[in-house]
């Protein structure tokens, strides 16, 4: 049996600092970072620097910072052991996070 996992972390993705304190504090974060950066070609380590002042220039980059944040949350989350077969979240980040790990 599963249980429900309420992830709302989009006001604390908008925190400068959360991405690098979230690829510090676990490397599974930064190979999450890196990974994405691969993808879409772009030093996302560099953008998400606390130093950037365009840190959240643009609506992408607030999206995709929120993206990012939710989905180093919850592989911290599964990395505990704690996994949900049920998502419900405010932001598309949320569903979408959860729609990656789930399948």
């Not at 380590?45 to 995709?64: C, K, W």
Request: net charge neutral.
């Amino acid at each position: 049996m599963s249980s429900p996992v309420f992830m709302f972390p989009g006001q604390t993705s908008r925190y400068p600092e959360i991405i690098e304190k979230l690829t510090t504090y676990d490397t599974h974060c930064a190979d999450i970072l890196q990974k994405a950066s691969d993808i879409l070609s772009r030093d996302l380590a560099q953008h998400y620097s606390a130093a950037n002042p365009a840190i959240f220039g643009r609506n992408r980059d607030v999206q995709l910072g929120v993206f990012l944040a939710n989905h180093m949350h919850l592989t911290l989350l599964e990395r505990t052991g704690i996994r949900s077969d049920w998502c419900w979240g405010s932001a598309s980040a949320n569903i979408i996070t959860w729609y990656i790990s789930a399948h």
